[in-house]
């Protein structure tokens, strides 16, 4: 089985996606039988160093075109419907198209992946080209898809009451932790203790009643420092300018390990998710999880999480004390719920729904 893979989310530093992707490609190029793995992508150069880092050392075909614009050629490629895609790659059995656009084929599977459908519900939490972008790929999904996978079970329901899509087109392949996150990895050098946030700086991700919710902590003496790691995003601009909070930005990989590895709490107070993969990275590293009580984060958190209202500053601030104070009660029961979320069975999945409808 010849497989083509649309890696374009691969062209910018990697966040939630881009290592859903990037983890799914490494599983599937590594599975028993291998299947043969084209992944192509129109791109700038920045962006093609960014998708080779993305699938350095992974055994798969590379085709990634240099292209100016890359984002109108995307776009193009996709609205106009030619060429089709075996002018580029050759013929393939299954074509998996992105987020970022969804290019013609001529025969064989089509394929894609809905992370949420936040754009639809919340059309407010997101930029006006996400709310394009998107609302042309739930038509393509909708319209052309034999086969569409969700990120869990919560998004697979929402995508068939929302967008109308069959359940027997719906695949769930849930998000794999890698084998990095582990009570194993390097303790970060930052000072102890400290309550970590891990999210892209935008509406949904709850970081302004976090920041509340810790100057209630710090007005009752909670000694540990609170970090904010992650890609600044956009939105209503948020103030971290308060004693105790450290926001560090983008980090890599190891570098996240490490910061899981090393807080006393992750919190992540999201308002929606299609999965909430921090939840699950930090129970792979050994640390306690204070998250929302929305369904959306139900399967993610399983029975392991500290759950609260993420709207409510004060809940959030008792829940973050009560796991600070219990310390390590949950974290053998994190790691259990962690380790069902491997690579081999996100690729398994996948691999299956094509298979099946090849």
């Given at each position: 089985?010849?497989?083509?893979?649309?890696?374009?989310?691969?062209?910018?530093?990697?966040?939630?996606?881009?290592?859903?992707?990037?983890?799914?490609?490494?599983?599937?190029?590594?599975?028993?039988?291998k299947?043969?793995?084209?992944?192509?992508?129109?791109?700038?150069?920045?962006?093609?160093?960014?998708?080779?880092?993305?699938?350095?050392?992974?055994?798969?075909?590379?085709?990634?075109?240099?292209?100016?614009?890359?984002?109108?050629?995307?776009?193009?490629?996709?609205?106009?419907?030619?060429?089709?895609?075996?002018?580029?790659?050759?013929?393939?059995?299954?074509?998996?198209?992105?987020?970022?656009?969804?290019?013609?084929?001529?025969?064989?599977?089509?394929?894609?992946?809905?992370?949420?459908?936040?754009?639809?519900?919340?059309?407010?939490?997101?930029?006006?080209?996400?709310?394009?972008?998107?609302?042309?790929?739930?038509?393509?999904?909708?319209?052309q898809?034999?086969?569409?996978?969700?990120?869990?079970?919560?998004?697979?329901?929402?995508?068939?009451?929302?967008?109308?899509?069959?359940?027997?087109?719906?695949?769930?392949?849930?998000?794999?932790?890698?084998?990095?996150?582990?009570?194993?990895?390097?303790?970060?050098?930052?000072?102890?203790?400290?309550?970590?946030?891990?999210?892209?700086?935008?509406?949904?991700?709850?970081?302004?009643?976090?920041?509340?919710?810790y100057?209630?902590?710090?007005?009752?003496?909670?000694?540990?420092q609170?970090?904010?790691?992650?890609?600044?995003?956009?939105?209503?601009?948020?103030?971290?300018?308060?004693?105790?909070?450290?926001r560090?930005?983008?980090?890599?990989?190891?570098?996240?390990?490490?910061?899981?590895?090393?807080?006393?709490?992750?919190?992540?107070?999201?308002?929606?998710?299609?999965?909430?993969?921090?939840?699950?990275?930090?129970?792979?590293?050994?640390?306690?999880?204070?998250?929302?009580?929305?369904?959306s984060?139900?399967?993610?958190?399983?029975d392991?999480?500290?759950?609260?209202?993420?709207?409510?500053?004060?809940?959030?601030?008792?829940?973050?004390?009560?796991?600070?104070?219990?310390?390590?009660?949950?974290?053998?029961?994190?790691?259990?719920?962690?380790?069902?979320?491997?690579?081999?069975?996100?690729?398994?999945?996948?691999?299956?729904?094509?298979?099946?409808?090849?």
């Open positions: 089985m010849r497989i083509a893979i649309d890696v374009s989310p691969l062209s910018h530093p990697r966040t939630g996606i881009g290592n859903y992707l990037s983890t799914l490609v490494g599983a599937m190029a590594a599975a028993d039988p299947p043969d793995i084209v992944t192509f992508a129109p791109t700038r150069p920045r962006g093609r160093r960014y998708i080779l880092d993305g699938l350095n050392g992974l055994d798969v075909e590379r085709r990634l075109l240099r292209v100016p614009c890359s984002h109108r050629v995307r776009q193009g490629w996709s609205r106009l419907g030619w060429p089709p895609a075996e002018r580029v790659l050759g013929n393939f059995d299954v074509m998996h198209f992105s987020d970022w656009m969804y290019p013609p084929q001529r025969q064989g599977l089509r394929a894609t992946t809905i992370y949420d459908l936040v754009p639809l519900h919340f059309p407010a939490w997101t930029t006006a080209r996400t709310r394009e972008m998107h609302s042309r790929k739930y038509e393509a999904a909708r319209e898809c034999g086969m569409v996978v969700a990120i869990s079970d919560y998004t697979a329901a929402d995508i068939e009451e929302t967008l109308h899509i069959e359940s027997d087109r719906l695949v769930v392949a849930y998000p794999a932790v890698h084998p990095r996150y582990s009570p194993a990895s390097p303790p970060s050098s930052l000072e102890t203790p400290y309550i970590l946030a891990v999210s892209t700086l935008e509406p949904r991700k709850g970081l302004r009643e976090l920041l509340r919710a100057a209630l902590l710090r007005s009752r003496n909670t000694a540990a609170l970090v904010i790691a992650g890609a600044a995003g956009w939105g209503e601009r948020v103030e971290f300018e308060q004693e105790g909070v450290h560090i930005g983008y980090v890599s990989d190891d570098e996240l390990a490490s910061l899981y590895r090393s807080a006393s709490v992750m919190v992540y107070p999201s308002s929606f998710e299609g999965f909430g993969l921090p939840v699950v990275e930090a129970m792979a590293s050994g640390t306690p999880v204070v998250t929302s009580e929305h369904p984060i139900d399967e993610a958190s399983g392991a999480a500290y759950r609260c209202d993420p709207g409510d500053p004060e809940a959030l601030a008792e829940t973050i004390d009560l796991a600070l104070a219990a310390g390590s009660d949950r974290v053998q029961a994190g790691l259990q719920h962690a380790a069902r979320f491997t690579p081999e069975a996100c690729a398994r999945a996948v691999l299956a729904g094509y298979r099946a409808r090849v």
